[in-house]
């Protein structure tokens, strides 16, 4: 094992470098030790899991191809490891195809980057999945309590289960398509998660009934976007998100509820999360309304769209890997934390 390390500092943050080629290995160290980091490297990755236990560096990047160590390997351990699991880590890899990305993000990896490595790139990444880590630690109760929130909704109806992952992953997904800012796509990740909590305070009788609901019940259920608002409004970890969370079943032509808001008026964010959500109810299907295949939503959503829904946010939408993005969300919770 070959491990390097400047001083440390409390002020700075450590970062491990694994890769089984030195040269590599000196780029990184050079880049990231000009930006102020604590760089420590490691070409033996057989060893890398054991250093991470006992050093707890602040972010890893991690090399693929390195002989006697898989990094998508190394990568599993770390993430399903509980003291560990939360470390931001960056696999760097010559692997360009979209197989190889997917089966890192569903290893666990918060980002993927392929070689040779930008050097802008890295240090935004790098910078960015710090930020996040620094706020997560500090936001970390307040996401548990309201993520598991979240979650019990799609457990009181059959019908929803891991309906508020899925949306919350291909609203995350359309918003990086549109080039959002990463604090956008982050407030649009928590917003689509939560985009449903309100339904906790809304009768199960109503949320399970097979026959079309009185309008008393409408009226009732209606009721859950504002719910929702008041839920997570205390919240602080929430506070970007309530725009979101209230607005979600807004229509562009003004037909929506809770505010009957039309275009611009409503919140970007929200937009993107009700064709997110409309996308998944076509293809999962509700306790009342048995579900559509793919192709048969897509049309719908074309249909609807500068009606129900943003042409722009449909369009952008309907580009991405849907099939790709439901698979990722049998095992990815939270991107950016």
């Known amino acids: 094992m070959n491990v390097n390390s400047v001083v440390s500092s409390e002020n700075k943050y450590k970062i491990l470098a694994v890769d089984d080629n030195e040269n590599n290995l000196k780029i990184l160290k050079m880049i990231l030790e000009k930006e102020g980091y604590i760089v420590e490297t490691l070409s033996d990755g057989a060893s890398t899991f054991s250093y991470v236990r006992q050093n707890r560096p602040d972010i890893i990047l991690l090399d693929v191809l390195m002989p006697g160590a898989d990094g998508f390997e190394i990568c599993r351990e770390i993430k399903n490891e509980e003291s560990t699991k ?53 936001l970390e109760n307040s996401h548990n309590v309201i993520m598991s929130l979240a979650f019990a909704t799609d457990f009181k109806d059959p019908f929803r289960k891991g309906h508020s992952k899925r949306v919350g992953l291909y609203a995350t997904e359309c918003a990086k398509a549109l080039g959002l800012t990463r604090e956008e796509i982050t407030e649009i990740e928590f917003g689509a998660y939560l985009h449903d909590i309100g339904k906790v305070g809304i009768p199960t009788d109503i949320l399970e009934k097979t026959e079309a609901l009185s309008d008393e019940e409408y009226e009732i259920y209606n009721k859950h976007p504002l719910l929702g608002y008041e839920i997570c409004a205390p919240l602080e970890a929430a506070a970007r998100s309530l725009s979101i969370i209230l607005h979600h079943h807004e229509k562009y032509n003004g037909t929506g509820f809770p505010d009957g808001l039309a275009g611009d008026q409503i919140p970007f964010g929200a937009q993107i999360v009700a064709v997110a959500d409309s996308y998944d109810i076509m293809t999962h299907g509700l306790v009342n309304c048995a579900a559509i295949s793919p192709g048969e939503t897509i049309e719908i959503l074309k249909n609807d769209s500068g009606a129900k829904f943003n042409p722009e946010i449909v369009k952008k939408f309907l580009s991405l890997p849907l099939q790709d993005i439901e698979r990722l969300s049998n095992v990815k919770m939270f991107n950016s934390l």
């Open 86 to 138: 939360r470390i931001p880590l960056i696999i760097i890899s010559a692997l360009t195809q979209l197989d190889d990305k997917l089966k890192g993000i569903e290893l666990g990896a918060d980002e993927f980057l392929t070689k040779p490595i930008n050097k802008r790139e890295l240090l935004t990444r790098v910078k960015t999945l710090l930020k996040f880590k620094r706020l997560g630690n500090q």
